[in-house]
């Protein structure tokens, strides 16, 4: 059972004032520019900016006198030109296994969802790209919202920032076990229809002076949006994932409608081309099991023809069942006998464990309370049949 919904009361209320620059989400580039822009003498320029970034990102603070080490008028000068606004906490579930999931309310009124999952040796936190998502994906609750907007890059940092709060994990030495260790860009929306906010707000969390994540401890989940995949290689860095789920064209133009438009052929392409991709540096594909839709044996051994000479790992993600799903998940035997075919060809075929199903936080789960237009069971099957 979970724990009843409980209010933001781990951290300072969070006015935001209309019409001033948020600090938290700007470039490092940006942020020396906005400083000279409110009049900061060009020689204290790079001094000031390294502080500015150490006290939101290093220590966490949310007001302009916390950072003790700059002069009172120096703090008058940001608080009257600039504000530190992160999301606020709307609602925060537990999971009977520790999974905490984030209702946060942004800009606009508009809310998005971010996921902890506490592991033995790590923490991941799941973040969202944008209010919404347009792709459609059948299998995917957070597929029937439709798409708002995307998040801005101070929105997406800002995800990392709250969980942090929450946590209490700011200004912890560095020797201490880092409790959100992992970022994860599966949450929300499609990472790669977001790139440029997408790209800053990782460059920020990589910052060695900042929150200082490895860029192999983030990785982004797209569904394949192959013009952009090289060129998140390229600006970010990260660790790539495909939402995969199929083994043939005409499976995956049903359950991952962007295939219509980028088929598998290309998608695998891209994945042969991503920078630094090695044994050290898998892509992974994930799978989500699904009964009778493309669970086989047949599947499996199509798969690993289609991934050969890719260095990859295959997550297989047993179906996550949600109100309205036309989808069952396969038998743990079946899941099983897939994985074994996979493993037995030579790639990792780890089986993900189910976390959070209880307050609606496992993968492919999430959505927005604000939003509840959803398709029905019967709207979903017509469609899936017409194909």
Not at 138 to 157: M, P, S, Y
Not at 199 to 215: E, K, N, Q, T
Not at 317 to 331: K, V
Request: glycine share 6%; with cysteine.
């Amino acid at each position: 059972m979970s724990t009843p919904l409980t209010p933001d009361v781990t951290t300072i209320p969070r006015k935001q004032e209309p019409g001033l620059p948020n600090l938290i989400g700007m470039t490092r580039d940006q942020l020396m520019q906005a400083l000279a822009d409110v009049g900061t003498p060009e020689k204290q320029i790079k001094m000031r900016t390294g502080q500015v970034w150490q006290w939101i990102y290093t220590k966490g603070v949310t007001s302009f006198d916390q950072m003790t080490n700059l002069s009172k008028d120096f703090r008058a000068l940001l608080s009257v030109n600039f504000q530190l606004s992160r999301p606020e906490i709307v609602t925060r579930q537990v999971s009977a296994d520790g999974t905490r999931k984030y209702l946060l309310r942004i800009a606009g009124g508009h809310e998005v969802e971010a996921v902890y999952i506490p592991e033995t040796n790590r923490g991941t936190l799941c973040i969202s790209s944008q209010v919404g998502c347009t792709l459609t994906c059948t299998f995917c609750h957070t597929g029937t919202q439709k798409l708002v907007r995307n998040l801005t890059a101070a929105e997406i940092v800002g995800q990392i920032m709250v969980a942090r709060d929450d946590l209490e994990e700011w200004g912890k030495p560095p020797g201490d076990k880092r409790l959100v260790s992992n970022i994860v860009l599966m949450g929300m929306g499609e990472p790669l229809y977001n790139t440029d906010n997408v790209r800053d707000a990782m460059l920020i969390a990589m910052d060695d002076a900042g929150i200082a994540l490895s860029r192999r401890r983030i990785t982004l989940s797209t569904s394949g949006v192959v013009p952009e995949i090289i060129r998140a290689g390229a600006e970010i860095g990260c660790m790539l994932a495909i939402s995969f789920h199929a083994t043939t064209d005409a499976v995956r133009d049903v359950l991952v409608p962007i295939n219509r438009k980028h088929k598998i052929a290309e998608l695998l392409q891209a994945c042969r081309d991503y920078p630094r991709l090695s044994n050290a540096e898998r892509i992974t594909f994930e799978y989500v099991m699904l009964k009778d839709v493309n669970d086989s044996d047949a599947d499996a051994r199509r798969l690993v023809r289609l991934i050969k000479g890719i260095p990859a790992k295959i997550n297989l993600i047993p179906f996550n069942p949600w109100p309205g799903s036309p989808y069952e998940r396969s038998s743990w035997d079946r899941i099983e006998a897939f994985a074994d075919i996979v493993n037995n060809a030579g790639y990792a075929s780890p089986i993900r464990t189910p976390r959070g199903e209880d307050i609606m936080a496992a993968c492919g789960q999430l959505k927005s309370a604000t939003e509840r237009a959803r398709k029905s069971r019967a709207q979903i099957a017509k469609e899936i049949e017409g194909k």
